[in-house]
C-alpha cells in the first residue's frame, strides 16, 4: 500500500509564516516529491465551528482565504484533493462511532485541548463539540487511510489521540483503519515560530503575524518592528541571538546562497551569528537581510495568489471537486467500518439467512 497524506487548517484567518514553515512549505515538498499515492488537504471548517459557533460568517469568510493561501503556495489541484471538511458527511458518522472508544479522561488529559480550553476561558463550560474535536480529527485521518500527517507539534496529541483510537477499533472490530504517523518540520525554529513580538506563537489575537498574503511593505514593517536583542542597544554592544526573533527567522529560512546574494560579507549564518554575539553588527542590517529573504519566498505566493483571486468562482469549482472526490473516499472507508462493526445489516445476507432460520424454529 502507498502513502496517503491528510492535513489540513482551520478556516479562522489568513495563514500566516508560522503555518507556512509549520507545515505548509513541507506539503508542497511532498506533493512534488511523488512519494505519496495520495494526497489530501482538508479545510476544517466544522472543527473551527466548535469553537465558533455563534459566528459562522467568519468561518464561512475564511475558506475562500485559506484555499487562496493553498493554492498560492504551490498546492496543486492536480496533485492534491484541496476539500472542505462540512461537506464530507460520513466524517460525523465515524466520529459518532469512534466517541464510543474514547474516555472522558482521556480527552481531558490531551495538552492541546487542554491549552486551548484555558485560551478560550471555556473552563466553566466548554462546548461538546469542543471537547470532543480529537475524535473528530481522528475520523478526519483514518477516513483516509492517512499514513502520513504533515502538521505543527501543537497537533502531536491528536495524532496519538487518532493512533489511540485507530488501535483500539482494530483490536476490538479486526484490522480497519490505519494508524497514522505524524511528520514534524525537523528544524526547531519551524517547529515553534515565535510571533514577530518574540511571544511563543503567531496569532492573530495578538497581532504578531506576518500573513502569506501581507505585502511587501507590511512585512518590512513587521520585520523592522521585531523583537530583537532588548540589550543590543548600541551598534558595537555584544547581541545575543537565542530568543532574538530575527535570528529564529533566519533559522527558518536562510539558505547558504542567500548569502551569496544578499550579504557576501559573510560566508554563513554561523559567521553571522558570532559577529552579532561579538559586537559591531547592527539589527538594521540583520533585518534587511530577513526582510531580502522573505521577499524572495514571498513574492511567488502573493504573484500566484493574485492570479487565483481574479478566478475566484473557478477555486470554489474545484473544492467542489475536491470535497465531491473526498466524499466518495470516506463513504468507502466507512463501508469498511459498518462492515467490521456489524452494523451493515442489509448487505449480510448471512445474517438475514440465520434469523430466519432462528425464528423457523430450525
Ligand atoms: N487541528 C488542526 C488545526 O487546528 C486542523 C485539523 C483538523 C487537522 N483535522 C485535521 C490537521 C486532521 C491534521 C489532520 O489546524
Redesign the pocket.
Known amino acids: 500500500m502507498g502513502k496517503i497524506i491528510?492535513?489540513?487548517?482551520?478556516p479562522t484567518g489568513r495563514l500566516h509564516l508560522g503555518h507556512y514553515v509549520g507545515s505548509l512549505r513541507r506539503r508542497v515538498e511532498l506533493q512534488n516529491s511523488g512519494l505519496f499515492e495520495k494526497i489530501f488537504i482538508?479545510i476544517?471548517d466544522a472543527?473551527a465551528l466548535t469553537d465558533n459557533a455563534d459566528n459562522p460568517e467568519k468561518v464561512r469568510q475564511n475558506i475562500i482565504e485559506v484555499a487562496l493561501d493553498y493554492l498560492s503556495v504551490g498546492i496543486d489541484p492536480s496533485k492534491s484533493t484541496i476539500f472542505i471538511?462540512s461537506q464530507v458527511a460520513e466524517l460525523c458518522e465515524l466520529a459518532f462511532y469512534y466517541m464510543n472508544l474514547v474516555t472522558v479522561s482521556r480527552l481531558q488529559r490531551n495538552p492541546t485541548v487542554k491549552t486551548e480550553i484555558q485560551m478560550r476561558n471555556f473552563e466553566t463550560s466548554i462546548p461538546v463539540g469542543f471537547f470532543t474535536?480529537p475524535i473528530?480529527?481522528a475520523s478526519?485521518?483514518t477516513a483516509f487511510r492517512?499514513t502520513t500527517?504533515p502538521?505543527?507539534e501543537?497537533?502531536q496529541p491528536?495524532?496519538e489521540q487518532a493512533r489511540e483510537i485507530a488501535r483500539r477499533f482494530n483490536g476490538i472490530y479486526g484490522e480497519t483503519l490505519v494508524e497514522p504517523e505524524i511528520l514534524l518540520p525537523d528544524n526547531a525554529a519551524c517547529l515553534r515560530l515565535p510571533g514577530t513580538d518574540g511571544k511563543a506563537k503567531m496569532s492573530k489575537s495578538l497581532g504578531n503575524c506576518i500573513y502569506l498574503s501581507d505585502s511587501a511593505e507590511e512585512v518590512r514593517k513587521r520585520v523592522m518592528d521585531m523583537y530583537t536583542d532588548p540589550n543590543h542597544l548600541r551598534v558595537q554592544d555584544p547581541g545575543q541571538v537565542e530568543g532574538n526573533t530575527v535570528f529564529t527567522y533566519l533559522d527558518a529560512f536562510c539558505k547558504p546562497e542567500h548569502f551569496e546574494k544578499y550579504l557576501p560579507e559573510y560566508p554563513n549564518l554561523d559567521e553571522l551569528k558570532a559577529h552579532y554575539r561579538r559586537g559591531g553588527l547592527g539589527d538594521v542590517k540583520v533585518k534587511r537581510f530577513l526582510i531580502a529573504i522573505l521577499e524572495e519566498e514571498l513574492a511567488p505566493i502573493r504573484e500566484r495568489r493574485k492570479e487565483w483571486e481574479q478566478k475566484i468562482p473557478e477555486v470554489y469549482r474545484l473544492l467542489k471537486e475536491g470535497s465531491d472526490a473526498a466524499r466518495a473516499v470516506a463513504a468507502d472507508t466507512l463501508a469498511d467500518v459498518r462492515r467490521a462493526m456489524k452494523i451493515n445489516y442489509f448487505e449480510d445476507e448471512e445474517l438475514i439467512n440465520e434469523q430466519a432460520r432462528k425464528f423457523r424454529g430450525e
Not at 491528510?6 to 482551520?10: A, I, N, V, Y
Request: hydrophobic share 40%; charged share 20%.
Open positions: 491528510l492535513t489540513g487548517d482551520r482538508m476544517a472543527q471538511q474535536y473528530s480529527q478526519d485521518i492517512a500527517v502538521a505543527g501543537d497537533q491528536m495524532i
